[in-house]
């Protein structure tokens, strides 16, 4: 089956700084990745994802995300992190055939950065 | 383009009754995705359907049913509520093809008393 760590409930990072958000994933085949962004009493909002192609995947709002296949991690980044970031983060996967075609969600990490 | 929308955003039931839930997806997608989010679960997959077919099905009990129309339109229902189906319940939609991200509603939050 497959599935998707998230390691840290919580990220603090100061404004300004970068901010890495973790993310191992496991599944048969190559991965569809994803992350997602949750605002509160929001929906989840789309960020960037990774099908193919360069390991180094950008999104939207300066998000960016590296894919590594020996270590099956996508971790999120940003090199200046904004007081508006602060949100829960989702990544997720899902395989190419069958019933691992189904999106599968990490528990979320909550990104909290401050002045 | 208008996004995905979700009828009611907020329901109140009580335990035994049973709830129909909507979605209705962007424009041309074909795929609607539904899941449960709860704090202590997370986001628990229920089912896709695409075409008006169910694709992919999680690990949900027979009270969670669903279906799609010929308009893409989806409807959630869950039958013999219980206080543990308290929840926000997200939609999604997306074209269908597995690299295509999915386009989440804001979510229906429902209550059990």
């Known amino acids: 089956a497959q599935s998707v760590a998230q390691p840290e409930d919580q990220v603090n990072v100061a404004e300004g700084n970068p901010l890495t958000v973790k993310c191992t994933y496991s599944v048969s085949g190559n991965p569809y990745l994803f992350w997602y962004v949750q605002y509160p009493n929001r929906g989840l909002q789309f960020l960037l994802k990774y099908i193919t192609g360069d390991n180094l995947v950008k999104g939207s709002y300066g998000f960016e995300a590296e894919f590594n296949k020996s270590q099956t991690s996508f971790h999120l980044k940003k090199p200046s992190a904004l007081v508006s970031d602060s949100a829960l983060y989702f990544c997720?996967?899902?395989?190419?055939?069958?019933?691992?075609?189904?999106?599968?969600f990490g528990t979320g990490t909550r990104l909290q950065v401050t002045l | 383009k208008a996004g995905v929308t979700q009828t009611p955003r907020y329901l109140i039931k009580t335990r035994g009754q049973q709830v129909t839930l909507s979605c209705s997806p962007i424009s041309g997608h074909r795929s609607v995705s539904w899941y449960q989010q709860t704090p202590g679960q997370g986001l628990q997959f229920l089912f896709e359907?695409?075409?008006?077919?169910?694709?992919n099905k999680g690990n949900f009990p027979g009270r969670f049913s669903g279906r799609q129309f010929s308009n893409s339109r989806s409807e959630m229902n869950v039958s013999t509520l219980e206080l543990g189906d308290s929840a926000l319940y997200l939609c999604a939609s997306s074209p269908g093809q597995g690299g295509q991200p999915q386009h989440f509603g804001d979510g229906t939050r429902l209550s059990i008393l």
């Open positions: 359907y695409f075409s008006e077919t169910q694709r």
């Open positions: 997720a996967v899902r395989g190419r055939t069958g019933t691992a075609s189904k999106l599968t």
